[in-house]
């Protein structure tokens, strides 16, 4: 069973850069079918998408965050990263990774656009 | 990206059904067949409950639909439970390999 775990620091300064690592275990980040994933949730507030990674390091980011954002991949390590760079207490949410599956469509792949599983989460506050 | 507009908090009684819709454009939800739906209970992480706009992942129950008509997509849950109170969001495929989530809508069961 597919197991996603966030690990990184719980607060952050501002003006600084918020670094985190999703550890995938019972199955392999360097499959073909899939893509990986952040989203994250500021207290009380909805989901927002934040990118989507590809073992082979393609990668996709939410418009609204992608001067600030990078995800990278360690398929040795079967994990992959967010980095936020210039956080400030806006930034401040539970943040998880997860797996995103496509359907086969006539034998060609959809594109990546369901989340599944989900990591537990972990909360990032952003303060001095 | 905006979010998809969903309403904020819907309810209903025991047994009855309840519909939570999810509106967006024709360059998310009106344009592709891929919207997923959600079900997150407090302090737990979204669980997957419908994938490719009406497809049910194994083990949730038939009581959870999806459907689409136009840029609305929508989440309809019948025969409702107690356990089904929990916040719903819904989540589009938006082109080039991007997504977007709806606000989010509280179920209350009454």
């Known amino acids: 069973q597919l197991q996603l775990q966030e690990s990184g620091p719980g607060l952050v300064k501002p003006s600084e850069t918020l670094s985190l690592t999703c550890t995938v275990s019972?199955?392999?980040?360097?499959?073909?079918?899939?893509?990986w994933g952040w989203i994250r949730q500021p207290p009380g507030k909805g989901l927002e998408w934040i990118g989507t990674?590809?073992?082979?390091?393609?990668?996709y980011y939410n418009p609204s965050l992608k001067s600030r954002v990078t995800l990278f991949v360690d398929t040795s390590k079967n994990q992959f990263s967010l980095k936020l760079s210039s956080v400030t207490a806006a930034d401040t949410a539970v943040y998880y990774c997860?797996?995103?599956?496509?359907?086969?469509?006539?034998?060609?792949?959809?594109?990546?656009?369901?989340?599944?599983?989900w990591g537990q989460g972990t909360l990032v506050t952003v303060s001095s | 990206q905006s979010a998809l507009t969903q309403p904020r908090s819907v309810s209903g009684s025991p047994g009855q059904s309840v519909t939570v819709s999810c509106t967006g454009t024709?360059?998310?939800?009106?344009?592709?067949?891929?919207v997923s739906w959600y079900q997150q209970r407090p302090g737990k992480a979204p669980k997957l409950i419908i994938y490719?706009?009406?497809k049910r992942p194994s083990g949730v129950p038939d009581r959870f639909s999806g459907s689409k008509s136009g840029n609305t997509a929508s989440l309809t849950i019948s025969g409702l439970q107690a356990d089904d109170e929990a916040d719903y969001y819904c989540?589009?495929?938006?082109?080039?390999?991007?997504?977007?989530f709806g606000g989010g809508t509280k179920l209350t069961v009454l």
């Open positions: 997860a797996r995103l599956d496509r359907a086969l469509v006539w034998g060609s792949y959809a594109p990546p656009n369901w989340f599944d599983p």
């Open positions: 019972g199955g392999s980040i360097s499959s073909s079918s899939y893509y």
């Open positions: 990674i590809y073992y082979s390091g393609s990668t």
């Open positions: 024709g360059g998310d939800v009106g344009g592709y067949n891929y």
């Open positions: 490719d706009v009406s």
């Open positions: 989540c589009s495929y938006a082109g080039t390999y991007t997504v977007m």
